[in-house]
């Protein structure tokens, strides 16, 4: 079945670190261009960071410099290891994949909840 | 930045009702849109890429068009399963949603 698992998501304090991973199946990531997106509590979607099939790495503004996402060929998953959480990172975070740089996202991992909370 | 600005923000419809939304980029995307519905709880699921290609499986009563700046997801007769919240998203410079539209019960 071809899908996308993520798990890792937490609560965290902020200033904090939390690990995000997802795991692909009946597809390769190293194929494809690998995403992630999070949905704040009640708001819209936002890309936060995009991995591409040769290996460059991507970042919105709101997370540069703090987030860093990465793939393992070997064991097939996505990652996204964020640290100095802040709060307004608390979001559900998808995984999604593009087939190419000029593609939608056509599919999606369940997605994992994240809460940065004193 | 390319920013994409959807309208209505939310829109009363009843079943059977045509409905359309209408998303616009800061920019011209030339025909990189995609529009994805998303339900409570679930994730988004991609509807149209390409501005106006349907993906399959993907009932023909949705429809999109447009290019360059202004595009419009057109739904041609509103279905119970169909109330939820639209999202565009522009890819030809990284990716960008707009802020969503919910189509609600009237």
């Known amino acids: 079945e071809v899908q996308l698992v993520e798990s890792g998501g937490g609560l965290v304090q902020p200033g904090g670190s939390l690990r995000l991973s997802c795991v692909a199946s009946?597809?390769?990531?190293?194929?494809?261009?690998m995403n992630w997106v999070r949905q704040a509590p009640g708001k819209g979607l936002e890309w936060v960071s995009g991995?591409?099939?040769?290996?460059?790495?991507y970042y919105a503004d709101s997370v540069k410099g703090r987030f860093t996402i990465s793939r393992d060929n070997s064991k097939n998953t996505l990652s996204l290891q964020m640290n100095s959480l802040r709060v307004e990172d608390t979001a559900v975070y998808y995984c999604?994949?593009?087939?190419?740089?000029?593609?939608?996202?056509?599919?999606w991992g369940q997605g994992t909840m994240v809460t940065v909370s004193s | 930045d390319i920013q994409m600005t959807q309208s209505p923000a939310t829109l009363s419809a009843s079943v059977g009702d045509r409905v359309t939304i209408t998303c616009r980029a800061s920019?011209?995307?030339?025909?990189?849109l995609a529009w994805y519905q998303q339900k409570p709880g679930k994730a988004p699921k991609l509807l149209i890429y390409?501005?106006?290609n349907l993906k399959s499986g993907v009932p023909s009563r949705f429809s999109g068009s447009g290019s360059g700046t202004e595009f419009i997801l057109t739904i041609s007769s509103l279905q119970p399963d169909d109330f939820a919240t639209y999202y565009c998203q522009q890819y030809n410079s990284y990716w960008t949603f707009g802020q969503g539209t919910k189509v609600e019960i009237k």
């Open positions: 920019q011209s995307i030339s025909s990189w």
């Open positions: 009946g597809f390769t990531v190293i194929s494809n261009y």
């Open positions: 991995i591409y099939s040769g290996g460059n790495t």
């Open positions: 999604a994949r593009a087939q190419s740089a000029l593609d939608a996202f056509d599919m």
């Open positions: 390409k501005a106006s």
